[in-house]
């Protein structure tokens, strides 16, 4: 097994395997970068009706290629009449939450089961054609990568390559338009052709990964690799970045994985790569995961019990606190025996005349600037300057004879 998937990730294992690893690789890059603009506009449920919009194409399609006498399995013919069915249901979105009262999760719900209903019927129909039994247009709701063909996977990527171009060309109005739409009709920007623009990336994302991962599953494609992103930056353009690379990624893994053993199916195994991908840096990314925020808790906590700690030394009171006595210990501010160091009875002397400091530049400045630095925990050196500091003292004769006497 471990075999198997060492050379799938090394593409030695055949060469329809090395198509799906390529093609899907590239899928994901486009659809992690385009996906990230539907994230940050927060209209992620758009691309489900969008995705489910483009069976019926892929059924009618099929039907309009066999009448002719053509190959009704040709992959171009199919992502043509599924871009174009797409096109009308997003087109019927925007309709519906433009001229009647219904929200937009409203129309994206009735656009996508009237569209997948008519998609189901169709197929239906498809199989009762003599030319229809082996189409294998099932493929097509979850994804199918067997036999694809040479053509297929350059089909997938200059697709994937044409999005990739077009959101790096988009970028900047797009990151304006999903951050605040408002300034950016003020600086003369048509936000609603944006917005289109923005779901015809996604509506191509969609059509040309329905060979690899079909228009269920898409969906995680185009979401999963931005949500990804978002733990580990802050600004649009590095997550833009990383949804690529987590996209990317995904789609190399799954379908690696997927070659090594022929009956797993290749999209599913995508999504829980991706997945996979999400968990990871939901616990572990450095700013924004949970064990960070856990560890930032901790700190802040044993901060807290440290100050308390030091303020009951320097008013002689006596401490209980398990967390507390072991947090000075740890610190060596405090012996075994309960009795303050050298070292912790000069900390608990600085942490009063800090405390003391601070209720007199409140008074002298009256400034909300300089009272919201206070948090009790951050050291005053580090918020005011030392000539503010040493106005200060002159108000305060008591800690000048403190300083004294240590």
């Not at 649009?236 to 990317?248: C, K, M, S």
Request: aromatic letters at 8%; hydrophobic letters at 50%; one cysteine or more.
């Amino acid at each position: 097994m471990l075999d198997g998937i060492l050379s799938a990730f090394f593409l030695q294992s055949g060469y329809n395997a090395t198509l799906v690893t390529i093609g899907a690789c590239l899928l994901g890059i486009a659809a992690g970068t385009s996906g990230t603009f539907l994230f940050l506009r927060k209209r992620a449920l758009i691309s489900d009706a969008v995705a489910h919009a483009t069976l019926p194409g892929v059924a009618i399609a099929f039907i309009i290629m066999v009448f002719f006498g053509g190959d009704g399995r040709n992959l171009v013919g199919l992502l043509l009449g599924s871009a174009i069915s797409s096109l009308i249901g997003l087109l019927a979105v925007g309709w519906i939450t433009k001229y009647t009262r219904l929200a937009e999760d409203a129309a994206i719900g009735a656009v996508l089961s009237v569209f997948f209903g008519a998609g189901i019927v169709l197929l239906t129909v498809i199989q009762s054609m003599s030319s229809g039994r082996q189409a294998g247009l099932e493929g097509f709701l979850l994804g199918s990568t067997a036999g694809m063909l040479f053509q297929d996977a350059v089909t997938i990527a200059i697709g994937g390559v044409i999005a990739v171009l077009a959101v790096f060309t988009l970028r900047r109005p797009m990151t304006l338009a999903a951050f605040d739409p408002e300034y950016a009709t003020s600086t003369g920007q048509n936000v609603y052709r944006t917005d289109l623009a923005t779901m015809g990336l996604v509506m191509a994302v969609t059509v040309i990964g329905l060979k690899i991962v079909g228009l269920i599953l898409i969906v995680a494609m185009l979401i999963i690799p931005a949500v990804t992103a978002r733990f580990w930056s802050e600004r649009a353009e590095h997550v833009v970045i990383l949804a690529g690379l987590f996209g990317g990624a995904a789609g190399y893994i799954g379908s690696a994985i997927s070659a090594s053993a022929p009956d797993l199916p290749t999209g599913p195994i995508i999504v829980l790569v991706s997945f996979a991908l999400f968990c990871v840096s939901l616990f572990f990314a450095p700013e924004r995961g949970i064990f960070s925020a856990l560890l930032r808790h901790r700190r802040f906590q044993l901060l807290v019990h440290r100050r308390q700690g030091l303020l009951a030394i320097a008013h002689g009171e006596r401490i209980y606190d398990p967390l507390t006595l072991s947090t000075l210990r740890k610190a060596g501010f405090l012996r075994a025996d309960g009795v303050a160091t050298d070292s912790g009875a000069a900390q608990a002397s600085k942490t009063l005349r800090d405390e003391r400091r601070w209720k007199v530049a409140r008074g002298i400045y009256q400034d909300d600037a300089v009272s919201n630095l206070y948090d009790g925990l951050t050291p005053i050196e580090a918020v005011l300057t030392r000539d503010q500091i040493a106005e200060i003292d002159r108000h305060i004769p008591v800690a000048k004879q403190v300083d004294g006497d240590r």
